[in-house]
């Protein structure tokens, strides 16, 4: 599985942006995506996930409530809504693929367990 991640940009403080993960050679059945972000001289960071068959959803505490993760019937598509951004929103977004085993919410945030990775997003929030 490829996967191509899009629609990054600079949006001002309190705007939003609507990210998408798009996979090629394979659909995202049977597996969970997540979206992770990384900012200069940080570590990447898990933002949140779903659960391909379900649709469980998780989310970082620091984007509760403001990001929504989706996924589109046809099986190649997971999408994250930004709302309410903050300057602090700012990183590089990757989306990233993992089979969704049944230990998976007990090991959803870390990043050494999805295999598959897409090249990342530049999300710029302006205060």
């Known amino acids: 599985v490829q996967l191509q991640a899009s629609g990054g940009g600079l949006v001002q403080a309190g705007g939003s942006l609507r990210l998408s993960c798009a996979a090629s050679?394979?659909?995202?059945?049977?597996?969970?995506v997540a979206w992770f972000r990384q900012a200069p001289g940080k570590e990447r960071d898990f933002v949140s996930s779903?659960?391909?068959?379900?649709?469980?959803?998780y989310y970082a505490d620091s984007v509760k409530g403001r990001f929504t993760v989706s996924r589109d019937n046809a099986g190649n598509m997971a999408e994250l809504q930004m709302n309410s951004l903050k300057p602090e929103d700012t990183a590089v977004y990757y989306c990233?693929?993992?089979?969704?085993?049944?230990?998976?919410?007990?090991?959803?945030?870390?990043?050494?367990?999805?295999?598959?990775w897409g090249q990342g997003t530049l999300v710029t929030v302006s205060s």
């Open positions: 990233a693929a993992a089979r969704a085993y049944t230990d998976y919410s007990t090991r959803v945030t870390r990043p050494t367990l999805y295999r598959y």
């Open positions: 050679g394979g659909a995202f059945d049977g597996y969970a």
């Open positions: 779903i659960v391909w068959r379900g649709g469980k959803t």
